[in-house]
């Protein structure tokens, strides 16, 4: 158990529609990363959030985007979703950014028909 | 930039047998290297970590791998496989900078017959 719960664990959504994914750290955790995984791929990376603002961002084009509350909680958003926007959705929170250390989530499960 | 190669998208071996996944990076700065376990239908577990310091690094569930700058690479071993131990690994990079993305390789799937 890594305290990461992310939400809802499955999603099925249509092509065109956005979608939010929800991410709750535990308390103290105040950077979250959030992973994109295609069957069969290693995780990529979409952007990270330190202390409510965006610390990075990989190579994915604006329609993904995220926001990070003061309760260690996260959202990505996407919009005008595609097909191959499928896949599993994984947040990550770090406690203590020098240890380098990432927990993660469960992930949801996104479909796009 | 950072990358891992991560060599045999799958391995299979018998229970008590030797474990060894192989992965292979680069990187143009010291990298900060480590291996996540990933189980069916669950997120990702940091297995162990490599930073500065000792270039043999001990895990949980019995696992160990060696940074070998010289060979750009860092191995993960197990001497006895388990049943338990069948599931997708992942070696991942990052640069030493507080904050940075952790890079993945592939995985590759273990796969522990009895």
């Known amino acids: 158990e890594t305290g990461v719960t992310q939400s809802p664990t499955h999603l099925i959504k249509t092509r065109g529609q956005q979608v939010t994914l929800r991410c709750s750290s535990q308390?103290?955790?105040?950077?979250v990363s959030w992973y994109q995984q295609a069957l069969g791929q290693g995780p990529q990376f979409i952007f990270q959030?330190?202390?409510?603002?965006?610390?990075g961002r990989g190579n994915f084009p604006p329609r993904f985007s995220g926001l990070q509350f003061p309760n260690y909680s996260s959202e990505l958003n996407v919009n005008a979703l595609e097909l191959d926007d499928s896949a599993l959705y994984l947040c990550?929170?770090?406690?203590?950014?020098?240890?380098?250390?990432?927990?993660f989530g469960p992930g949801t499960r996104l479909t796009v028909t | 930039a950072q990358s891992v190669t991560q060599l045999g998208s799958h391995v299979s071996v018998s229970e008590g047998a030797l474990v060894l996944l192989r992965c292979n990076y680069s990187?143009?700065?010291?990298?900060?290297l480590f291996w996540y376990v990933q189980y069916p239908n669950q997120g990702l577990q940091l297995l162990l970590k490599?930073?500065?310091?000792?270039?043999l690094v001990k895990g949980i569930n019995g696992f160990e791998a060696e940074f070998k700058k010289s060979e750009t690479s860092f191995h993960l071993t197990k001497p006895s496989a388990h049943m338990s131990d069948a599931a997708e690994y992942f070696c991942?990079?990052?640069?030493?900078?507080?904050?940075?993305?952790?890079?993945f390789g592939k995985g590759t799937t273990l796969s522990v017959s009895s």
């Open positions: 990550a929170s770090t406690l203590d950014r020098a240890t380098y250390e990432q927990y």
């Open positions: 308390s103290g955790h105040n950077t």
């Open positions: 959030y330190y202390r409510e603002e965006e610390n």
């Open positions: 990187s143009s700065v010291p990298p900060y």
């Open positions: 490599y930073t500065t310091g000792a270039t």
């Open positions: 991942a990079v990052t640069k030493g900078q507080a904050g940075t993305a952790l890079i």
